[in-house]
């Protein structure tokens, strides 16, 4: 058998804004096709950590590898599908069609000179049909509910058949019939093989449906497997979240 | 007046470039519209009065140079103006406006100060302020022609970096240096834009033919593509039929082209609400197959 690259490697990572640290000494992997839930109190660096694995901020110390290649190197980003945590970061009032936004997603791995044609087209309706908003195609994107939009980008970000999906607290604002129906939609891409790294503050949820949990709150507190988590979770999150965790978080 | 335009030179040209900046100002006036930068087509046209300021005064000054046209300085100055903005710009990324309100003094400033000294407070300068018909030459035409296959080309090749630049920066993951490529490209095609509108409608109301047509644009398009056409076709509408008028009624064409963009601008939006008013008055059927699919 042979060891397949990991498909993101961090080694000892550390990066501060201005002089406050975020993150210090930040250690783990993925695997091809692994389910990786990040929790974290609010503030404990996240989505910092995101935005250095997707190369938007640099670390200060230590190395980020993306498919076996160190970030800089790294040129295929059209293999990263990327939903940000604030789905309202976009141009609210720009006059596109929901057709249109999730097509963007192919843009950035499409040569200038390439046509945007029927295969492409295809390529839109079906990642639409996977997050169920095929209806709403011609519909204006800042006509649609924030939930809706979210769905839109989820679909911006398959359209490009990534490699790695990176959520950042993407069922933030859907309700909880769209939150099954979302987990539903992302095992199934589990299933294919897709590797995931989600961001969430569900921690009930997370550890039933992942294969590896990281607590991070500057430091990683935790890094393993979601049974060992859920053995020792008072212990991990009063750790993490200091001794008032659980005012941070949702019961269900 | 069609026998006039097939026989006046200048008329001709004035005919030709108002129908290819009819093109080019709402091509490149959609991304500055949506990127939040309208104010910043304002600094540029701005510094480029400025520019033109120091030909007259360049001109008055070291006579030999006469073969330079002030236009052409004041493309420069838009030029380099726009490279001013940027860095300003990134200083204070959150209150990104009122950098312009600086370089907008600074340059109506820095004009005033040339025009004084070229002693050119006179007519021609009214032309450079406000447009005018007879100060187009066949070279100006030529230079529109070029300006307009530059932008062109750069949209259609640059349209998707663009696009999801403009949409939504963070999310889009391109990579650095293919933002800064466009960005940098794209704020020089603005420059080189401002220029050669500034010729026909004038320093003044250079920015309005940028923005006033994809207004209206935006009003009525239903997507993005549609945006760009009922663009264009505005700004077709408002600058030929302003150079019409103008011409006819001997009024100022730059004027005359942004009065008649405002008032169809108006026009637009009563239509619009008119039409909304009468649709909702009508009974809506709401589908009530709202699956919940993920
Ligand atoms: N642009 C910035 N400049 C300076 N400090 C920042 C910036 N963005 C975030 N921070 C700080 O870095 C820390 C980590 O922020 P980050 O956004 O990564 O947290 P998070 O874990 O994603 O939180 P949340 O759960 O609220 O999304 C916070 O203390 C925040 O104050
Ligand atoms: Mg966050």
């Known amino acids: 058998m042979t060891i397949k690259t990991p498909v993101l490697d961090l080694e000892n990572v550390s990066f501060s804004y201005d002089r406050k640290p975020v993150l210090e000494d930040i250690n783990f992997g993925i695997e091809p096709g692994e389910f990786v839930g990040l929790v974290g109190p609010n503030g404990s660096g996240k989505t910092t950590l995101i935005k250095i694995i997707l190369g938007l901020l640099k670390a200060n110390h230590g190395e980020v590898r993306l498919f076996g290649q160190p970030l800089s190197k790294f040129k295929k980003l059209s293999w990263i599908g990327y939903v940000s945590q604030k789905s309202n970061s976009f141009n609210s009032g720009f006059p596109a069609t929901v057709f249109e936004v999730v097509s963007m997603g192919l843009y950035s791995q499409m040569k200038f ?16 049909e996977k997050v169920g908003m095929e209806d709403y195609a011609k519909q204006n994107i800042g006509r649609l509910s924030g939930g809706q939009q979210q769905r839109v980008f989820i679909a911006r970000a398959l359209v490009r058949n990534p490699k790695l999906l990176i959520l950042d607290e993407p069922t933030v604002g859907v309700d909880a019939k769209s939150e099954n129906a979302f987990y539903d939609l992302i095992e199934s891409m589990h299933k294919e093989k897709l590797a995931i790294l989600l961001v969430s503050h569900d921690i009930g949820t997370i550890t039933s449906k992942v294969d590896k949990v990281l607590c991070l709150n500057k430091r ?7 049974k060992q988590f859920e053995m020792n979770r008072q212990e991990i999150l009063t750790d993490a979240y200091g001794q008032h965790f659980e005012l941070l978080e949702h019961h269900h | 007046m069609l026998q006039d335009i097939l026989q006046v030179d200048f008329l001709r040209y004035a005919f030709l470039s108002g ?68 860095p ?34 006179n007519k021609d300068l009214f032309g ?115 150079l019409v008028v103008s011409y006819q009624f001997n009024w100022s064409t730059g004027g005359t082209i942004v009065v008649l963009a405002f008032v169809l601008f108006m026009i637009v939006l009563l239509i619009k609400k008119t039409v909304q008013s009468i649709s909702r008055s009508k009974p809506v059927s709401y589908s009530s197959d709202e699956t919940v699919k993920f």
């Not at chain 2, 900046?21 to 910043?40: A, D, E, N, Q």
């Open chain 1, 113 to 128: 000179y390439k046509w945007f044609g029927k295969k492409e087209r295809l390529k839109v309706w079906e990642a639409l």
């Open chain 1, 220 to 226: 990683l507190h935790y890094h393993g497997d979601p």
């Open chain 2, 19 to 86: 129908i290819m900046i009819g093109i080019i100002c709402p091509v490149i006036g959609v991304f500055i519209v949506l990127r939040k930068m309208s104010l910043m087509a304002d600094g540029m046209s701005h510094m480029a009065l400025s520019g033109i300021a120091a030909g007259l005064a360049l001109q008055r000054y070291l006579p030999f140079l006469y073969f330079i046209n002030p236009f052409y300085i004041g493309m420069l100055f838009s030029v380099l103006g726009s490279f001013c903005i940027r």
């Open chain 2, 88 to 121: 300003l710009m990134k200083l204070y990324p959150f209150y990104r406006e009122f950098v312009i309100p600086i370089i907008l003094a600074s340059a109506i400033g820095l004009s005033v100060v040339f025009i004084s000294l070229a002693d050119a407070f």
């Open chain 2, 128 to 242: 450079y302020l406000f447009g005018s018909l007879i100060t187009i030459s066949h070279t100006d035409f030529l230079v529109v022609l070029i300006v307009l296959v530059i932008v062109l080309g750069f949209v259609i090749l640059c349209y998707k970096p663009l696009l999801i630049l403009t949409f939504d920066e963070e999310g889009s993951l391109v990579s650095k240096r293919g933002k800064q490529v466009t960005d940098i490209l794209f704020t020089m095609i603005v420059a080189l834009v401002v220029s050669v509108t500034m010729n026909i409608v004038g320093v003044l109301l250079v920015s309005a033919m940028m923005i006033i047509p994809v207004a209206k644009g935006m009003q009525l398009a239903k997507s993005f593509k549609q945006v760009f056409i009922y663009s264009i076709i505005f700004a077709e509408f408002d600058i030929i039929g302003g």
